[in-house]
């Protein structure tokens, strides 16, 4: 249920997520504040079944509002525009990211009270581990 990832994570660790940044095709220097960045992730989902994921740090904060399963366009962190859709598997919030006939995805999990974050393109993976805030 999308509910065990409601509320605020701080990030704890980033891994590999400049080889990630590259394979998705973002160029050096918005790769340089990606990777000093540590933002927080903060999901909430309404009476609607509206899901709202929000990035924040004190670089840039992004939000995406989406229903499971319903396609919507998004623009993401580094300004590509992608065609998204959200779907909920075996326990994982499984984001899929279409654009320029390229495709990327993002894996959640709840590992041991921690949000692990695969990112996937290709056979590039970054993981981001966050903890939940109080």
Same mark, same amino acid.
């Not at 891994?15 to 933002?39: H, S």
């Not at 709202?52 to 396609?71: A, G, V, Y």
């Not at 992608?82 to 654009?99: A, H, I, M, P």
């Given at each position: 249920?999308? #509910?065990?990832?409601? !509320? ?9 997520? @400049? @080889?990630?940044?590259?394979?998705? !095709?973002?160029?050096? +220097?918005?790769?340089?504040?990606? *990777? ?37 366009? #998004? ?14 598997? *075996? ?9 320029? !006939? ?14 692990? +974050? ?7 993976? +970054? ?8």
């Amino acid at each position: 249920m999308v #509910e065990n990832f409601v !509320g605020t994570w701080k990030m704890i660790s980033s891994e590999n997520f @400049d @080889d990630y940044m590259k394979a998705i !095709g973002v160029g050096f +220097a918005t790769r340089q504040v990606g *990777n000093r960045t540590k933002p927080n992730l903060i999901v909430t989902v309404d009476d609607q079944g509206i899901v709202c994921m929000k990035s924040q740090s004190t670089f840039k904060t992004t939000e995406i509002k989406f229903k499971l399963n319903e396609p919507f366009e #998004e623009t993401t962190a580094d300004d590509r525009k992608t065609r998204t859709v959200v779907t909920l598997e *075996n326990g994982k919030l499984v984001q899929k990211q279409s654009w320029d !006939g390229k495709e990327t995805n993002i894996e959640r999990e709840i590992t041991d009270g921690k949000l692990v +974050a695969k990112c996937i393109m290709g056979d590039v993976i +970054a993981v981001r581990t966050y903890v939940k805030e109080a």
